[in-house]
């Protein structure tokens, strides 16, 4: 059976080139780059070479403001402790309530260790509350951290960034962005939207996992959050992984072409096509989240009436591979809080589903998936106690 | 993905006895869509007073659906007083078990049992005890419900409350009264003379009758949890020969066990004078 591959928001196929380019640091150039011999230290200039193809993905002017870690975990992990811990003295985090759990657990912790946490809500369609972070910045006095993600991991959803960054900078406030679901996906340039921190993960962009980048701006006060060695320049502490370093940096220059020769604008094409077809042969669904301020790959629609985990293990037995916000498929008895944070009507939540391509994915997938879901919503329905049979 | 045994997937594939009946003996519905889980269960009566047909409707996961195609399986031919005896546990036990975390699917399935045959004998509609304790407000589990999973599953962390029947899953603010309440059950089952352990004397039988019932029901679930077990070789006397299985089989702590949990469960449910041995 074929496989279909649209749950490309949970992890990314490991580009061809990506894993080619880190062989020869598996099996020949293994060395430590912090070495003191040729053998070792020769490896240290590719891994350079890696930081400036980050940087240049990213906009930022100095390559050293690219700190390698281990995932987009850490990274935001590094990002909020970091900078509380620069602080000295309890502060305020402002943040949003559609957040991944990589920011919101975070935020938990520091609310414990008495810093104010502040969620800013969203609307109907998943739309960041500007007056509700505006009057929070006047709110609160004192030294305050923004975080806030750039787009949505389950409803693709965009934050307008660059704004949050303006405003957040006026009113003296570090800013952090989780760029995860960003990257890759719309230009990110860090001279445009002036962001402190920003956090990538490898895996989410055709590297793979277990590695991430976090840049931090020059100038921003700091401190590391994974501490040993000197490492990252004192910021990161620990062996660099280099093979990972090194596909990182392939994957940045290929999503930074990928940007610019047109693939975005055929995945936006094909995602359309997925969402026109399923909303014309499938009654009562609808798209969750603005479908104008979002990112070309992803579509979250909810079947009515249906439940989510159902749907998707009937949708992988015909080889296609989603993903759910339903609160069996989470593994929890809660739907997702995004969801949720939206208002989505009840009959609509537990049935949410989450198709996210690729650069990867095919026109002829797509039609697969358009001839398979809409056998699957009926099947489902047909069980259903809330439908209305014959 | 969840590790669900093949014959959960198979009734997830292929549920038996879906729809409805036109003119049920006996019909319910429990759960929501704000749940996430829902059932609708019915029945017809044969002319032998067994049940002859049985549908569901179900929204929810896999095993919410599985566990409502195996309910239909299992009560068709019983009749209601039969049928009325079948516990979650079964329930999970037909489709070869169900992840912890999915074990309120069964319970969902003997839920909606039960409010069908009082549909069947009352006419009413509903089986809600207005004057019952709401306990968990997110998913509407009263204390009944709650302490009568904690009693038939043996449970004892507000964790598994959860996993039986949602309660405490949702903002938490309620799990702290539901350990009350598992401790209030627990207790109770501690101190309730057990009733057959009263009788002044045994016969042979009926003692290792209750030994085997002792280990099964005090002994078995907390090994379990550790993946261990424990087997009656034999009763010679006051002599209870037994084996530990599983993760406790050569397990350094045996000795422990066996005293601090065999030996104590054995004295307190069958008779002080018995001693323990490993083989």
Redesign the interface.
Known sequence: MKTVYLDNNATTRPAPEVIEAMMPFFTELWGNPSSMHAFGGQVARPLEAAREEVADFLGAEHPEEIVFNGCATEGDNHALFGVAAAWGKPGTIITSRVEHPAVLGPCLRLREMGHTVVEIGVDGEGLFDMAAYEAALAAHPGPKLVSVMWANNETGVLFPIRRIAELGKAAGATVHTDAVQAAGKVPIDVREAPVDLLTVAGHKMHAPKGVGVLYVRRGTRIKPYVIGGHQERGRRGGTENVPYIVGMGVACRLAKAALTDGSELRIARLRDKLEAGLLATCPDSRVNGSRTHRVPNTLNVSFEYIEGESVLYHLSDRGICASSGSACAAGSLEPSHVIRAMGVPFTAVHGSIRFSLSRYTTEEEIDYVLHHCPEVVAEMRALSPFVKHG | ??DYTDKV?DH??H?RN?G?IEHPDGKA?VGS??C?????FMFKLGPDGRIAEAKF??????S??ASSSALTEMVIGKTVEEAEKITNREIADYLGGLPD?KMHCSVMGREALEAAIHNYRTGEENVVQVNDEIVCT??GVSKAEIERVTRENHLHSVEEV?NFC?AG??CGMCRDRIQEIVDEVNHAAAAAPAPEAQPKRLTTLQRIKLIERTLEEQVRPVLKKDGGDVELIDVDGDVVRIAFRGMCAGCRSAALTRDNLVAKALHEFVDPALTVEMV
């Open positions: 993905m969840w997937m997830f594939r549920p879906v409805t519905t869509l704000a996430g889980d829902a059932l609708t409707q179900t929204f929810g996961c896999a919410a659906v975390q997110c998913f959860t949602k899953g949702g």
